[in-house]
Each structure stands twice: as structure tokens, then as C-alpha cells.
């Protein structure tokens, strides 16, 4: 399993631009940490409404106080969400004109999400295969919330980079 980054938002690992064709030398390459991002009842709320999961859990602080985490919890699904939007921090391919989000592998929750948590992640890239029109990359993306000894979410995330690979 990779190592989890718990470094505040101000200590993000800086963007890696590659070109597309550049993709394969980061083959088993640990790519760097995201941002944080605040993860509050309203946020909690709302993906319960869009997902229809209410559970009091998720949506009751009232009745969560005395449950398990003394708190509520996000969904292990909203933190999963996130996925895209903090790799994005982490990694740009210049000359791809086409990302498809091919699915994922493996999804772990090791660990809750409290309300107001920051969720960051790092991303190592396992391995990169070229494909017809581009290439498909298979990355470990491992979630942390500062306080936190484990990871709160840890995937393998597949992504087809599509465009000219004759550069």
C-alpha cells in the first residue's frame, strides 16, 4: 500500500504537468499530495439528497453524537467522489484531448470521514499501457484526513488520456 500523505493544505505537492506522450515514464511513480477539501454537514447533506442515502449517520448530528464516531460521518462514497477532483490537483497531461474515467479497481473505507474533516490525497501511478488512441493509466489514489492514522479511502482509479501519441 502507498504511504499517506497528512500535510496540511499549505504543503500540497506542486502540479505535474506531462505531455501525453510523457505518460509512461511515470510508471510506478509516487506523483505528490492534493489539496484539502472541507468536508461539512452541508456537503453531507447534499450528497445524501443526491444520492437518496439518509442514513442518521450521515445526516443526523443530533442522534450521531451518540453513535459510533460521536459525530456524523461522510458517506464513504462522497469521499470517493473526490477522486477526480484532487487528482486533478495533482496531475495535468497537456496534449490529451479526451479523459474518460475508465473505473476503478480495489476500494477500501479503512477509516471515517468526521464532519469538518479536510480530505487530501496523494496519487502513485501503478502502471501506464498504451492503448488505441492513447494510453490507460492505473492510479493508487490513498486518502488521508490530518489526525487520522489511516487512510479514510484508498482506490485504484483507471483513466484512458486520449490524442495524437505520434509526437
Not at 37 to 46: N, Y
Not at 104 to 121: H, I, N, Q
Amino acid at each position: 500500500m502507498t504511504p499517506h500523505s497528512s500535510a496540511p493544505a499549505d504543503t500540497r505537492s506542486p502540479l505535474r504537468r506531462v505531455r501525453l506522450t510523457d505518460l509512461p515514464s511515470l510508471a510506478g511513480r509516487q506523483l505528490g499530495a492534493s489539496r484539502r477539501v472541507l468536508i461539512d454537514q452541508q456537503r453531507i447533506d447534499g450528497f445524501a439528497d443526491a444520492t437518496g442515502d439518509h442514513q442518521w449517520i450521515h445526516v443526523d448530528p443530533e442522534r450521531a453524537k451518540n453513535g459510533p464516531f460521536g459525530t456524523t460521518i461522510a458517506h464513504g462514497y462522497l469521499t470517493l467522489s473526490l477522486a477526480v477532483e484532487l487528482f486533478w490537483d495533482i496531475l495535468e497531461v497537456t496534449g490529451s484531448e479526451q479523459v474518460i474515467n475508465y473505473g476503478l479497481d480495489k476500494v477500501r473505507f479503512p477509516a471515517p470521514v468526521p464532519v469538518d474533516s479536510e480530505v487530501g490525497a496523494t496519487a502513485t501511478v501503478d502502471a501506464v499501457d498504451a492503448i488505441e488512441g492513447g494510453y490507460q493509466v492505473a492510479v493508487t489514489l490513498v486518502f488521508d484526513v490530518p489526525g487520522i492514522e489511516r487512510p479514510v479511502c484508498v482506490c485504484r482509479m483507471i483513466l484512458r488520456y486520449l490524442g495524437d501519441t505520434d509526437d
